[in-house]
């Protein structure tokens, strides 16, 4: 089969119209039609953040020149607009994952930081010298590290789920790793290198049979799929702003209240306070305990916009268009000479190594480093990401240092999977 043999084309994409209903959302993403060296941007980097559609960058650039002023504080005019707002944002997240309450949503700086203050807090209540975490080997390094960190002040065992060689979690291994000791399962929804979409569900419902609660990393999750904290059960869900195409700097902590109400205050200050004395300060109710300091309050209105954009197109849609997308990109790849991709198969996040074309008989092929194949198509207009996307581990269990990575958002196409193909056809040659 040649390269460009329709045979392999899926039928036609489901259409995706944009949140005014008209056209395609392409027109959307201001960004989308620049040109980087003088060719049209092939912006295939969406894993590691999103672009942001106009309703967004007008909101919190309207919130600037006309709203702003510090949330929760003020009694003036500005003041309660801004917190109206502010609390509105809080609102719109938990109609996003269905969450019970708001006083369940916090807002954090983005995944990283929601991981770390449940990190910090539960393994400061709720684990003893001696107990274990679970995680899995397909965790990004902010599901790992942070559980790490609480090592120094407390002898914690990190017990590792593994994968499968297909790149799935291994469930009948993970099975056997509860114990008495465990105390926390700390699991992604979708592998940011493999794209492997875990049966998240099933996994909350191992956990609860072991008594253990669960923290989903839905970093990769939000921006593919409808997420539904009270259908998962889930007890503790993180995800940022950025790559659901809202603003940088802003994430969600979800925790179930019994949860949040158990666990101490994460970092002390401004807004988290019931009533302070230099003998002894009492905190204040939930969310705001795990909220010191001036919020990011029009960095939670671009959010929301973000979520409205979003949800105007339904997250369903946006899973059927990305879910053909990926599949014919990964078709597409595939007919590539010593094109390898890792993980269980077709998905919006597709990782891959090429080997050289020149390789010694006999010998087993040597890739092209990744960063040169990033470095080369960049030089042709296609942003890709290359390096161990922050999951050094999993690399490991690949047996590589690094891949080249293609992740696919609702504003990409088919053509542009195609001149991703073109560009390292051509850097093949080069080789
Ligand atoms: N978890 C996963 C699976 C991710 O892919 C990422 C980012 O790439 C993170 C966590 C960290 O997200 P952030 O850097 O926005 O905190």
């Known amino acids: 089969m040649t390269s460009h043999d329709p045979q392999i084309l899926p039928p036609s994409l489901p259409s995706l119209t944009g949140a005014d209903g008209e056209g395609t959302v392409r027109a959307d993403f201001p960004i989308l039609a620049r040109q980087v060296y003088n060719r049209p941007l092939v912006y295939l980097d969406n894993a590691a953040t999103t672009q942001k559609p106009r309703c967004v960058i007008d909101a919190m650039t309207d919130e600037y020149l006309n709203v702003n002023a510090n949330v929760h504080r003020g009694v003036h005019y500005l003041s309660q607009q801004a ?31 929601s991981i770390n203050l449940v990190a910090a807090t539960f393994c400061q209540a709720c684990v003893g010298d001696g107990d274990e975490i679970i995680v899995t080997e397909m965790e990004h390094h902010s599901n790992i590290v942070p559980w790490q960190l609480q ?13 499968t060689a297909d790149g799935r979690l291994d469930l009948d291994a993970l099975g056997h790793l509860f114990t008495s000791r465990t105390r926390l399962l700390a699991c992604t929804a979708v592998s940011n290198v493999l794209g492997t979409v875990n049966p998240i569900r099933d996994i909350i419902a191992m956990a609860h049979a072991h008594g253990v609660p669960v923290l989903v990393d839905a970093a990769q999750a939000a921006p593919h799929m409808v997420l539904d904290v009270q259908a998962l059960d ?16 802003i994430g969600v902590l979800y925790g179930k209240e019994t949860w949040l109400d158990r666990l101490p205050p994460y970092m002390g200050g401004g807004e988290m306070i019931g009533k302070v004395t230099f003998e002894r300060t009492t905190f204040n109710v939930l969310p705001y305990k795990f909220e010191a300091g001036t919020p990011d309050y029009v960095a939670t209105t671009g959010l929301a916009r973000a979520i409205d954009y979003v949800s105007a197109i339904g997250l369903d849609a946006i899973a059927a268009y990305e879910h053909a997308l990926g599949a014919y990109a990964y078709e597409r790849l595939m007919q590539i000479p010593g094109m390898h991709i890792y993980g269980p198969g077709p998905s919006p ?83």
């Open 83 to 113: 917190t109206d707002l502010h609390e509105q944002a809080r609102e719109t997240v938990r109609r996003f994952i269905n969450a019970r309450s708001t006083a369940e949503i916090v807002f954090t700086r983005g995944t990283t930081e």
């Open 151 to 163: 090592q120094a002040r407390k002898d914690i065992r990190l017990r590792v789920c593994p994968i």
């Open 234 to 249: 889930c007890d503790f869900l993180a995800f940022s702003g950025h790559k659901v195409y809202g603003p940088t700097g």
């Open 349 to 431: 996040v597709i990782s891959f190594n090429v080997a050289q074309p020149r390789s010694a008989a006999g010998r087993q092929p040597a890739l092209i480093h990744h960063l040169d194949l990033g470095t080369l198509v960049d030089h042709l207009g296609i942003a890709v990401r290359t390096g161990h996307h922050c999951a050094e581990p999993l690399m490991r269990r690949l047996g590589v240092e690094g891949t080249v990575r293609a992740s696919f958002a609702l504003y990409n196409t088919r053509a542009e999977v195609d001149a991703l193909a073109a560009a390292i056809d051509r850097v093949i040659t080069m080789f």
